[in-house]
């Protein structure tokens, strides 16, 4: 049974950093592409981050560029999101998810966890 449990979220004031940590187990980690998404009430779940099976490549979505880095650790079956210059809008639950190929539908989700930041 595959797992993906979040942590790390919380309340910050704007200007602030989180770093969130995603723990994977039942799978294969390495093998799997891994992504943050968020969605914020009454808004659709969007797409923040992504890396590669090995970490060498990473892509953002424009809005947190340059404030946001996602990083893995394989050995450990986690990933990370460091999270720097917070905004308000930032504010929202963050997802992690897992997919095996590059195109498609990512195939597990955790449960989320909820990121407040204060104006």
């Known amino acids: 049974q595959v797992q993906l449990v979040e942590s790390g979220g919380g309340l910050v004031q704007a200007g602030g950093s989180l770093r969130l940590s995603c723990a994977a187990s039942g799978l294969t980690f390495s093998n799997y592409i891994m992504g943050w998404f968020r969605q914020a009430p009454g808004k659709e779940r969007e797409f923040v981050a992504t890396?590669?099976?090995?970490?060498?490549?990473?892509y953002y979505a424009d809005s947190v560029k340059g404030r946001f880095t996602i990083s893995r650790d394989n050995a450990k079956n986690t990933v990370h999101l460091q999270m720097n210059s917070l905004k308000p809008e930032d504010t929202a639950v963050y997802y992690c998810a897992a997919k095996t190929g590059t195109s498609g539908k990512y195939e597990f989700w955790g449960q989320g966890t909820q990121v407040t930041v204060s104006s």
């Open positions: 890396i590669t099976w090995s970490g060498t490549n990473s």
